[in-house]
């Protein structure tokens, strides 16, 4: 079975831009979560979805966005980026939901400049 | 957003010991924990879960201890390889759909 998939895998963008970034869960799985990871704050949750439904959201400002589409992929949105944006995003694929396996992607490095 | 620490120790062991990981979650109502590794450039690796109706659970070279009492989370990885060099977290999910991760921990194994 094929493991998580996540598009693109490196991406420079300027600071005011925006980006849309990409995740195909593993088939079968209908929850999605997105994290951002930072060397000074750690793995830090985004949002969760389910069955094109957000289930919940993380302490972010409304800059960043998602979406879920009916064959479960997902796709996240930042717009007027900033330099403190720069990170590792990260998806995640579960069956059911953060309290079962979730199994990562291998994540899409995002540099602001 | 949420901050799950800013600091990172680090654990180095010989190999072939066993080494012990800790970790320290937050909420007394979590209900499910995860441990993941993740190597340098790589996504994180599901490596065993563990529900709070259990006290322990064993894997293929890895047993997760749950202390509830004291909110306390146990990795132990037996004859520790060089591939097991990596960051481990912790993570809880207190039923809210999302996980929270601790800050991790850095494996070194030395040859």
């Known amino acids: 079975k094929a493991g998580v998939t996540q598009t693109p895998r490196y991406l420079i963008k300027t600071r005011g831009q925006q980006v849309t970034l990409s995740c195909s869960p593993i088939?079968?799985?209908?929850?999605v979560s997105w994290y951002q990871q930072t060397p000074g704050q750690g793995l830090q949750f985004l949002f969760e979805?389910?069955?094109?439904?957000?289930?919940n959201k993380g302490n972010f400002p409304g800059r960043f966005s998602g979406r879920q589409f009916s064959n479960s992929r997902s796709e996240m949105n930042v717009s007027t980026l900033e330099l403190g944006d720069s990170a590792l995003y990260l998806c995640?694929?579960?069956?059911?939901?953060?309290?079962?396996?979730?199994?990562f992607g291998p994540g899409t490095r995002l540099t602001v400049t | 957003g949420e901050s799950v620490g800013l600091h990172l120790p680090t654990l180095s062991v010989q190999e072939g010991d066993n080494s012990i990981i800790n970790c320290a979650y937050s909420n007394s109502a979590s209900d499910y924990f995860i441990w993941y590794k993740q190597e340098s450039g790589k996504g994180p690796q599901f490596i065993i879960d563990i529900r709070s109706n259990m006290d322990k659970r064993q894997g293929q070279r890895v047993t997760v201890l749950l202390n509830k009492t004291v909110k306390h989370l146990s990795l132990q990885i037996a004859a520790t390889q060089p591939g097991d060099s990596a960051v481990y977290f912790c993570a809880e999910n207190i039923g809210s759909y999302k996980l929270i991760f601790g800050s991790g921990t850095r494996l070194l194994v030395r040859p």
């Open positions: 088939s079968g799985h209908r929850s």
């Open positions: 979805y389910f069955s094109e439904t957000q289930r």
């Open positions: 995640a694929s579960s069956l059911k939901g953060p309290s079962y396996e979730q199994y």
